[in-house]
């Protein structure tokens, strides 16, 4: 980082890492990151749809060292919030994914792997042997390459596998175009073919959606069911909105839902995360586990999403700027900020863990 910008070990809070990323990464690169689709109206009101929820604190109950730990695939996590499994963590910096996964290993916590990585699934299982690792998979026309990508996830040691499905055609990314978003030359996306690297490298337009061509949209309930009939490993949907499709993965054996609407990159005028998950809480009743992404920036989000039914989060774009800033360093800074907000939250909230959280802790005027 040059010496004229803040040292990132002295950021209180989330978004001072993107103010610092934006100086140091091209402004491609920063338009890839942090851009939406469209007016951008859905990727706003992620951020500030968090502001309307009070929460309702208790007095004098003696909590001074909350219960952080949650559930992810039925495995005990010592936090509740994740980096979420974002595409092309190279073009953030030099150590790209290999960075988070390292992060994570030292915490302990689970890693979620893109299959747009610029780094090989294999070593970022590689990575993560003392901690769990889950790989984030597309799902592409030709379906030798999805089984594959699910073959090689099974002998890497992956713990499961969380299929995203709200991008099978990609959302309208005009600062993407603008930018002529490509993958700057030697980076490359190393658990795909030729052909797709191909498209990607192209400047015309944006190879993001040349890429996104490959993905399979004619993918249906029962499509997926058959990509995923061979393997053992347990699965969930990630980029769900409707109750009703989580009550169907749910049937067909969905470990987790992850409630999305991919960083408000995809269909601009959808509901939030947080707007939608007291649905779900209501419809899957805690059948399966919840999780949700979408805007969070202070612990007191990660409280409000527990509190309305979610088991966890995912954290996105902060994680990106983290990562520009201060590679794994940062990452691991930008994770403590987070875990002290929570843990204060909690204790200034009057709840000893996050199991307990509830309504009561909800204001209703």
């Known amino acids: 980082m040059p010496s004229s910008l803040p040292k990132f070990q002295n950021f209180l809070n989330l978004d001072e890492f993107e103010t610092a990323a934006r100086l140091l990464l091209s402004p491609m690169a920063h338009a890839y990151f942090a851009g939406g689709a469209c007016d951008q109206i859905t990727l706003r009101e992620n951020i500030s749809s968090w502001n309307t929820i009070k929460l309702w604190p208790r007095i004098l109950q003696g909590v001074a060292n909350p219960d952080l730990t949650t559930t992810l695939f039925g495995h005990l996590a010592a936090l509740p919030f994740f980096p979420a499994p974002v595409a092309m963590l190279k073009l953030a910096h030099p150590q790209g994914e290999l960075a988070v ?24 299982a590689q990575e993560t042997k003392s901690t769990s690792a889950y790989f984030q998979l597309y799902c592409f026309k030709d379906l030798a390459l999805t ?32 930018h002529e978003f490509h993958l700057p030359t030697p980076l490359k996306l190393e658990n795909l073919d030729y052909q797709s690297n191909l498209a990607l490298h192209a400047a015309k337009g944006s190879g993001a959606e040349r890429v996104s061509a490959h993905f399979d949209t004619s993918l249906d309930w029962k499509s997926l069911e058959a990509i995923l009939a061979d393997t053992k490993l347990p699965w969930a949907i990630k980029g769900v909105l409707h109750p009703e499709d989580a009550t169907i993965a749910a049937s067909l054996g969905a470990k987790a839902i992850f409630i999305s609407n991919h960083g408000g990159r995809q269909l601009d005028g959808v509901p939030t995360a947080l707007e939608v998950l007291p649905l779900f809480a209501k419809v899957l009743k805690g059948k399966i586990e919840i999780f949700v992404d979408g805007g969070i920036r202070r612990g007191t989000d990660i409280i409000k999403a527990i509190l309305l039914g979610a088991n966890g989060v995912l954290i996105g774009k902060p994680m990106v700027w983290a990562l520009a800033v201060g590679g794994e360093a940062g990452v691991l800074k930008m994770m403590k900020i987070l875990e002290d907000e929570l843990r204060l939250g909690m204790c200034l909230l009057g709840c000893s863990s996050l199991k307990n959280l509830d309504n009561r802790y909800l204001f209703h005027a």
């Open 101 to 124: 996964a390292k992060a994570m290993n030292q915490l302990t916590l689970p890693y979620f792997a893109s299959t747009m990585a610029t780094t090989t699934l294999e070593d970022v």
């Open 147 to 178: 089984k594959s990508l699910i073959q090689r996830a099974e002998q890497a040691g992956f713990k499961g596998l969380v299929v995203t499905v709200d991008a099978q055609s990609l959302g309208k990314r005009e600062a993407d175009i603008r």
